[in-house]
């Protein structure tokens, strides 16, 4: 029961603060404007200052340690793998080229951001924070250019490689990430008290409000009409994704919280970020949408299952 219990540690809390921005919305005190002007406030502040803090206050020589570098490899390597198997497979048996590059994109990109970081703080506190610095600091813009990429090959509007690298390089929370490694690097993560105190303050705001926001934003009116593809996309995203990581993972000799983040990398629900993309660039955004609502809500129970499992086997 200890095991299980660790699992409902982890995304219960995530779970009520979703619950709260769902009724929230639903009884009318906030409305979807007001949620998306909050979202970006999480996104373009509080995100960034819980991402930067952790980068400055990781052990300098944690951060590129032999694990960090091999769990960023296996990271890296395992998102080339899923996004070129996605692509060949969707190709063959999905004709709608908007939908399959939604579809592959749900596949490939998780949220780490927003999901995964959490389940990491639940689990370990402060403790593995060279290792998420790492992989936001290459994971992030990875992301975010091979969706241009992709949703771009979709309408046929894609931009400069250029374009690309640098609206990826420019990500308020890929920014914060350099800015916390090279403030590490440079002054040994010291920040004055009187500073230091209140962003910490605000860092501990980001994710509670990021979770209300996601579920203030969430709609699952339309999840039954394209229930085929949710149903692929969340057994992928959620089950055999994660599954298959972390048993190459554990091969490999990785274990405790490297392993760890793995889990929340790979385990974590399609990102929210792909539902504004696919919106912005007018790439199936419904489609999007339902993708990301429906692994936002069955990633409470896959994410517990995953966390007790590991938990059991100790190696989390």
């Given at each position: 029961?200890?095991?299980?219990?660790?699992?409902?540690?982890?995304?219960?809390?995530?779970?009520?603060?979703?619950?709260v921005?769902?009724?929230?919305?639903?009884?009318?005190?906030?409305?979807?404007g007001t949620?998306?002007?909050?979202?970006?406030?999480?996104?373009?502040?509080?995100?960034?200052?819980?991402?930067?803090?952790?980068?400055?206050?990781?052990?300098?020589?944690?951060?590129?340690?032999?694990?960090?570098v091999?769990?960023?490899?296996?990271?890296?390597?395992?998102?080339?793998v899923?996004?070129?198997?996605?692509?060949?497979?969707?190709?063959?048996l999905?004709?709608?080229?908007?939908?399959?590059?939604?579809?592959?994109?749900?596949?490939?990109?998780?949220?780490?951001?927003?999901?995964?970081?959490?389940?990491?703080?639940?689990?370990?506190?402060?403790?593995?924070?060279?290792?998420?610095?790492?992989?936001?600091?290459?994971?992030?813009?990875?992301?975010n250019?091979?969706?241009?990429?992709?949703?771009?090959?979709?309408t046929?509007?894609?931009k400069?490689?250029?374009?690309?690298?640098?609206?990826?390089?420019?990500?308020?929370?890929?920014?914060?990430?350099?800015?916390g490694?090279?403030?590490?690097?440079?002054?040994?993560?010291?920040?004055?008290?009187?500073?230091?105190?209140?962003?910490?303050?605000?860092s501990?705001?980001?994710?509670?409000?990021?979770?209300?926001?996601?579920?203030?934003?969430?709609?699952?009116?339309?999840?039954?009409?394209s229930?085929?593809?949710v149903?692929?996309v969340?057994?992928?995203?959620?089950?055999?994704?994660?599954?298959?990581?972390?048993?190459?993972g554990?091969?490999?000799?990785?274990?405790g919280?490297?392993?760890?983040?793995?889990?929340?990398?790979?385990?974590?629900?399609?990102?929210?970020?792909?539902?504004?993309?696919?919106?912005?660039?007018?790439?199936?955004?419904?489609?999007?949408?339902?993708?990301v609502?429906?692994?936002?809500?069955?990633?409470?129970?896959?994410?517990?299952?995953?966390?007790?499992?590991?938990?059991?086997?100790?190696?989390?």
């Open positions: 029961m200890e095991y299980i219990y660790m699992g409902i540690r982890v995304v219960s809390p995530l779970l009520s603060f979703m619950l921005g769902y009724v929230v919305r639903k009884i009318g005190w906030l409305e979807q949620f998306t002007k909050l979202n970006t406030l999480v996104f373009r502040l509080l995100m960034p200052i819980l991402v930067f803090l952790n980068g400055s206050q990781a052990d300098r020589g944690e951060i590129f340690s032999r694990t960090n091999e769990v960023l490899l296996l990271a890296l390597s395992g998102i080339a899923i996004l070129f198997l996605s692509l060949v497979i969707c190709k063959r999905i004709s709608n080229v908007k939908d399959r590059a939604v579809i592959v994109q749900g596949i490939y990109r998780s949220n780490l951001i927003l999901y995964g970081l959490p389940i990491i703080l639940t689990i370990y506190g402060d403790g593995p924070t060279g290792t998420v610095s790492l992989l936001i600091l290459f994971i992030v813009p990875t992301y250019i091979i969706a241009a990429f992709l949703l771009g090959s979709a046929n509007t894609g400069s490689g250029l374009l690309l690298f640098k609206q990826a390089f420019t990500n308020p929370l890929v920014v914060a990430a350099l800015l490694v090279g403030y590490n690097l440079l002054f040994d993560g010291l920040i004055p008290e009187l500073l230091l105190e209140p962003l910490v303050q605000l501990r705001t980001s994710t509670p409000l990021a979770f209300i926001v996601l579920g203030g934003l969430l709609r699952i009116q339309h999840l039954f009409e229930k085929r593809a149903i692929s969340c057994a992928l995203r959620l089950v055999l994704v994660p599954g298959v990581m972390i048993l190459i554990v091969s490999l000799g990785i274990s919280p490297p392993l760890a983040v793995l889990l929340a990398a790979f385990s974590a629900p399609v990102a929210v970020n792909s539902y504004t993309m696919a919106k912005n660039m007018g790439v199936s955004p419904e489609l999007s949408g339902d993708l609502a429906a692994s936002t809500v069955l990633s409470m129970i896959t994410v517990c299952g995953w966390v007790a499992l590991l938990s059991f086997l100790r190696l989390i």
